[in-house]
């Protein structure tokens, strides 16, 4: 049911945190404890490395590659305190852009949907949340969200481009490219957050509670056209949650427990349609999860140890 | 000036562990707390102990607090993890009162009122701050929560309903009448706050010590956005006090010897300290001001310490009146008073006493300093080492310093032997030793040092590998080079790290973890910013080391710990949260008495890792967390790559690089895998590529799309799409005047396997998250724009006629439907569908039985219901045809545009560049645009250059543009466009014939 298409040797020379296909599906990165980004060619089962990005001094802790619309650019966060923008061109990859402006390991970097311009969305230990916007040169303005999370910023993701009230009644003319700019944030207070940009300032829009400890990531559901939001959060509570808002019933979140694990959840990411979640912990372990028509979810498929897809 | 005792006194207490310390009201009695025993000592006669109280429990005491208020002087508290303990001492004997019990986690503060003679409050990591009364121990008096654990909780001095807890870098302020939400929250600090104080002479100001080496003073009066004012002491301060008299705060810094520990700052001037006090060598547990009660005078204050090097110190005394004058003359504050007491055991050390500069200083400095000397009879035989210099001067005879700093490295670093020491030639010979290796290193220390000058390293004698001494000393000069350039001592963090690296080497032939090696930077890229290890690895989370992503295209990647590597938790313990786990991990003693954190290792372990001493950084990587079982199939591939391994132990201890090279990338860094999930994603690739939009040949494409979806047994979609081919085509045309009979004819929309089923699909899909077919449908039956409709049949309508489903006549397209049953057995059930037909709520039950179904389950029988006739409608009203001729409804039709977008970035993200245009051309604009003129053409065409139109990144290569439409796309993408069609992809223009 689950099929493993294609293994990748990194030959990193420590552990990997993050690992990330490109839009496309033809291009892997990944980052890694030894200070480097990796950059693989995957097609037919077959893999090449195409470049070996080195740049920061710390352990990378996360990748996020951006949409084609903006040419191959590749964003990176480190224990190091810093943001890089990569950039490729003809094949090289640069160093387009250096953000230095945490003052602790940055945790997470998310690029805003394409729709709403080229945006990043850092979070970092220190607590705060940094917005970086480009206007085009290689300008970046920087927008910092300051004690974000009390303690730590872990995770950021951002939410769909919607247009307001699009999804319920039809939207006029003018208000077409006029986005809502929202996102998500978890961190170490054990909050999730949920923020959206008015008149160019970044404003908490919900605080989500509910987790026991640390929130390690949260990640907001892709749309397909439903008035609902959704947010699923993971923590160092071993639980994850799933958040829902239906825009029809005035923006209220519900909480809803998808499972206890038995160790701690590290990670949570989303299908492309917002109907299967992977997750994935501690122990070693990742398990994919579908929500069945009735509202409950159930585990679809574990992928063992040993990287065996397998069938349940 | 009158006779003060300036007795100077150090009191050893090796037999006390280090812990709290508390003085009581009557300044004259100070109980010492420690893991098993409670220590009473006599401050007039501070060598002798007057009381010991065997505690037997198993806890550390972490605090122990006289009350303040004479009223009740003679109680005292002790907390020890979840509880506190009431005492009463009384008659020279210690009896437990009582024990408090509320908390879920460690205390980590407790204070008693300053007003309230029976009050106290205990906060806690779990979150709370419980109020006791001394009188009711059953339970707690008041309770408030907060999300984050309280590490301090204050009582204010003067107010006795106020009390202020710190939480992490943040202050609440709090009012005991009310206590369900914080008075205050003051953002106050960057990190980590050690210690609040309230003033004991304006009720609204607080100050607050941290991490993040400032003191700041903050005025509660109104919510304070800023602190009054701060100080920055360039390092963590762990208490900041205000002193009982003038206007002064003391602080007490966390590090080591290296550093000041205590200082004494005037409020009026805070760029400097006052008076420092050195001599402690380890961190100063507690500072408090005492007044000497044989004379009663409020200007004399001495201070008391109690430090980890379990010393009691008595210091000179402190009057009140000589501060403020300082203040005044502004003469100490530039030229501070450095009371230097070397450790009891130095040798005396031939010193000449500082500067002549200084002897100018003012008379009470001098008196000061005669009185100091006057005390000696009084003091321990090294009193003759105090004297007064300037701070910043490198007078501290560097010998001296050389010296005392060999001491401590001695009592602090056990495997290491002093074999030779020189302190007038400042070389020395120092011998190192770990489970598997030794080594004597040389070091020489120029006249300068530590100012800017570092000592050199040479190794004599070692059975390290010469590429492993020269790496060490390399190391050992950039470590020293750092700490000197900012003329700090050097000699304890080198020899750390050398013994940290040795046994590292050691480790790694005890059990193969050559990926220990792999270490962050050391030191860590200079940065300007100065941030505590500690602070950074507490609130970093731990790594992650596996993880499933997925992409835009629906792949998954997944990338694990291989299987061998495990981690070094026991069954039921989670993995750390924070990278400080693993940092306690790696150092099985205690880091720091500070923080809350657990500190226990399993025991298990203990034997694995190897006790390494904190580094300056953090000399880890996450891969030290886990270990690799051993395998046997681990070592004949050690074998294969380094044969000369086998017989010589020592030997395979140190692989060759590309054996390190090759074995790491084997074991720590797992294999990411893609994995293909399509299968359990509601859309299809392969549906994708096949999927006809049904537009032109409606009921013919149905049945493609059947076929397409029963090749790929997808047995709902054939479903789906065997009642999709029999409903009549959606692309109608209004009846025109001459079929004026049709409009009392009930629209097909109005059945209840019209529009009402429909939407029931949609619902169904939407449940689903399949946004392919939600996709497909919205194409197939969204309505077109008002324009298409009326201004004319557009091109591809022309080709309708082909259809045999092209009637407007809904019984004809029912008597065709009635046809179509006939091939399956329909007929069977004529007045079941009848009672159907004319009950409309039935529909749902209809459904159930048919869509409601899970993908896999419905068959294909069920589905012979849709082909119902259309028989018994009551007829519609004759205004409403065109309104309730939409299959669509309009809630549904909202959504359609998002279901086509999202599903066209998802062919985009396939590459179908083509299919993707396609189905965009039935996103319908809400508001119909304006026809397009001559005029506006040109606009157009610049207007839209930027995007190509199938693919809709930006027109960089060759791009083709229509001059009508102004659509313009990349040349390769038009062509294969065009095989097969001759309207644009955008909208009906018939562009084929005008791309220029």
């Known amino acids: 049911m689950v099929s493993v298409i294609n293994t990748v040797d990194t030959l990193h020379e420590d552990m990997i945190h993050d690992a990330q296909m490109d839009y496309y599906g033809l291009q892997l990165a990944t980052c890694s404890s030894d200070r480097t980004i990796r950059i693989f060619e995957v097609k037919n089962g077959t893999q090449r490395l195409l470049s070996t990005l080195q740049g920061h001094d710390g352990p990378v802790w996360q990748i996020a590659w951006s949409h084609p619309k903006y040419d191959k650019m590749l964003a990176s966060c480190s224990y190091d305190r810093k943001v890089i923008i990569w950039k490729e061109q003809d094949g090289q990859w640069n160093k387009l852009h250096e953000y230095n402006d945490h003052d602790s390991s940055v945790n997470s970097v998310c690029w805003a949907p394409h729709e709403l311009g080229l945006m990043l969305a850092c979070g970092s230990s220190d607590g705060s949340v940094s917005v970086l916007k480009h206007h085009g040169d290689n300008q970046w303005e920087a927008t910092k969200i300051n004690n974000a999370h009390t303690g730590g910023c872990n995770a950021v993701s951002w939410a769909p481009a919607v247009v307001p009230g699009s999804l319920i009644e039809p939207p006029s003319q003018n208000q077409q490219n006029n986005f809502v700019k929202k996102f998500v944030s978890a961190g170490c207070d054990n909050l999730v957050k949920v923020w959206c940009e008015k008149d160019g300032r970044w404003e908490e829009e919900q605080k989500l509670q509910a987790h026991t400890d640390w929130v390690r990531d949260c990640a907001w559901a892709p749309s397909i056209g439903l008035p609902q939001s959704k947010i699923a959060s993971c923590s160092q509570d071993r639980r994850v949650i799933i958040w829902t808002c239906d825009e029809a019933t005035g923006g209220q979140w519900s909480s809803k427990t998808l499972n206890e694990f038995d160790d701690v959840v590290w990670h949570v990411s989303w299908s492309l349609t917002g109907d299967i979640l992977a997750v994935s912990g501690g122990n070693n372990k990742v398990s994919l999860w579908k929500e069945k028509l009735d509202g409950d979810w159930s585990i679809v498929s574990d992928i063992k140890k040993g990287q065996q897809g397998s069938t349940e | 000036m009158e006779e003060r005792n300036n007795a100077v006194l150090i009191a050893s207490h090796p037999n006390i562990q280090p812990g709290s310390m508390s003085v009581d009201a009557t300044h004259k009695l100070a109980m010492l707390a420690s893991r098993r025993y409670l220590t009473l000592i006599d401050l007039t006669e501070p060598n002798r102990v007057i009381e010991r109280v065997n505690l037997r429990n198993k806890w550390d005491v972490s605090h122990v607090l006289w009350n303040p208020t004479t009223a009740n002087q003679k109680y005292f508290l002790t907390t020890y993890n979840q509880w506190t303990d009431l005492w009463q001492y009384e008659e020279n004997s210690c009896k437990k009162l009582a024990t408090l019990q509320g908390h879920m986690r460690s205390i980590s503060d407790a204070d008693w ?80 706050i050690y210690s609040l104080d309230w003033s004991r002479s304006e009720e609204h100001m607080l100050s607050s010590s941290s991490q993040d080496s400032n003191i700041r003073f903050w005025n509660t009066r109104e919510e304070p956005r800023s602190p009054e004012e701060t100080i920055n002491v360039g390092k963590p301060v762990w208490k900041a006090k205000y002193t009982p008299f003038g206007n002064g705060i003391l602080s007490t810094g966390i590090v080591n010897f290296r550093e000041t520990p205590i200082s004494l700052w005037s409020l009026e001037e805070t760029s400097q300290p006052v008076i420092t006090y050195t001599g402690h060598t380890d961190v100063v547990l507690h500072a408090h001001w005492r007044k000497c009660n044989e004379v009663q005078n409020d200007q004399n204050w001495q201070l008391v310490t109690w430090s980890k090097d379990q010393t009691l110190r008595l210091w000179p005394m402190t009057s009140a009146d000589l501060l403020e004058k300082n203040y005044d003359e502004s003469r100490l504050s530039s030229n501070p008073l450095v009371y230097n007491l070397p450790s009891t055991t130095l040798p005396n050390l031939d010193v000449e006493p500082t500067d002549p500069a200084s002897s100018a200083s003012g008379s009470s400095v001098q008196s000061k300093e005669e009185d100091l000397h006057d005390a000696s009879g009084f003091t321990p035989p090294t009193m003759n080492m105090i004297k007064r210099t300037k701070t910043n001067s490198i007078d501290l005879t560097s010998s001296h310093n050389l010296e005392q700093e060999f001491k401590m490295l001695n009592s602090q670093l056990p495997n290491l032997r002093m074999k030779h020491l020189d302190i007038q030639g400042r070389k020395s010979l120092l011998s190192l030793r770990t489970t598997t290796h030794y080594t004597d290193i040389h070091i020489m220390f120029p006249d300068a040092y530590p100012n800017n000058e570092a000592p050199i390293f040479n190794i004599k004698q070692s059975n390290m590998e010469q590429h492993e001494i020269l790496n060490v000393t390399s190391n050992l000069q950039e470590t020293a080079q750092t700490y000197v350039k900012t003329g700090r001592n050097c000699l304890e963090p080198c020899m750390r790290q050398l013994i940290a690296q040795m046994s590292r080497m050691s480790y790694m032939s005890d059990c193969d973890a050559e990926e220990l090696g792999i270490n962050f930077p050391s030191p860590f890229p200079s940065r300007s910013r100065q941030y505590s290890l500690f602070n950074d690895l507490k609130n970093v989370p731990f790594p992650r080391t596996t993880g499933a992503r997925f992409n835009q295209s629906g792949l998954l990647v997944v990338f694990m710990r291989p299987t061998y590597v495990k981690g070094y938790q026991s069954m039921n313990e989670k993995t750390p949260r924070s990278f400080m786990g693993l940092f306690h991990h790696r150092n099985s003693a205690p880091v720091l008495s500070v923080t809350g954190f657990p500190r226990h290792i399993p025991s298990s372990l203990s034997h694995m890792t190897p006790r390494l001493n904190p580094a300056p950084w953090p000399d880890l990587s996450v891969s030290s967390y886990y270990y690799k079982e051993k395998r046997p199939c681990r070592k004949s591939l050690k074998f294969l790559y380094n044969p000369s391994v086998g017989s010589s132990p020592k030997e395979s201890s140190i692989p060759t690089t590309n054996d390190i090279k090759h074995t790491r990338m084997q074991q720590v860094a797992g294999m990411v895998s893609i994995v293909n999930v399509t299968s359990i994603l509601p859309i299809s690739k392969t549906l994708a590529m096949k999927y006809v939009i049904p537009h ?17 047994s997808m047995q709902d979609l054939v479903q789906l799409w065997s009642y999709l081919s029999v409903l009549p085509s959606p692309t109608r045309l209004p009846p ?58 557009s091109p591809r309508k022309q080709l309708k006629p082909s259809s045999s489903y092209s009637s407007f006549d809904v019984f004809d397209t029912g008597g065709h439907l009635h046809k179509s049953a006939s091939e399956t057995k329909f007929s069977d059930l004529p007045s079941f569908i009848k009672s159907i037909a004319r009950s409309p709520p039935t529909s749902e039950t209809f459904l159930k039985s048919s869509i409601g179904r899970s993908r896999e389950e419905s068959p294909v029988d069920d589905y012979r219901f849709v082909e119902q006739p259309l028989l018994d409608i009551a007829p519609s009203v004759h205004e409403h045809w065109m309104v309730n001729s939409r299959l669509l409804l309009p809630e549904v039709q909202a959504r359609c545009n998002d279901y086509i977008s999202r599903y066209a970035d998802l062919l985009h993200s396939w590459k179908m560049d083509s299919k993707r245009a396609e189905t965009c051309k039935y996103i319908r604009k809400i508001q119909a645009v304006p026809p397009d003129t001559k005029t506006t053409t040109h606009n157009k065409i610049k207007k839209q250059k930027k995007t190509c139109v199938i693919c809709k990144l930006p027109l960089t290569k060759t791009a083709v543009q229509c001059i009508k439409c102004g659509h313009g796309s990349h040349q390769h993408h038009l062509k294969t466009w065009f095989e097969s069609r001759s309207t644009c992809p955008i909208c009906d223009c018939d562009c084929f014939d005008n791309i220029y």
């Open chain 2, 113 to 192: 009122s300053f007003t309230e003679p029976n009050i106290l409050a205990t906060c806690s990591l779990d979150g709370y701050i419980y109020v006791w009364d001394m009188r009711e121990t059953k339970r707690c008096k008041l309770c408030t929560s907060s999300v984050v654990g309280a590490s301090q909780v204050k009582w204010n001095r003067l107010n006795p309903y106020c009390f202020a807890s710190s939480h992490d870098g943040n202050i609440r302020i709090w009012d005991s009448r009310n206590c369900k939400i914080a008075v205050q929250h003051i953002t106050a600090h960057l990190s980590k």
């Open chain 2, 696 to 712: 032109n040949s409606y009921a013919e494409a149905c049945r493609v799309n059947m076929k397409n979806a029963s090749s790929e």
């Open chain 2, 736 to 793: 025109t005047s001459d079929k004026f009979n049709e409009f009392s004819k009930p629209s097909f929309a109005e059945h209840p396997t019209g529009a009402k089923l429909l939407l029931r699909v949609f619902k169904h899909y939407e449940k689903l998250f399949d946004v392919q077919t939600l996709a497909m449908l919205a194409c197939t039956f969204v309505p077109d724009t008002e324009e298409h409709t009326t201004k004319q049949a």
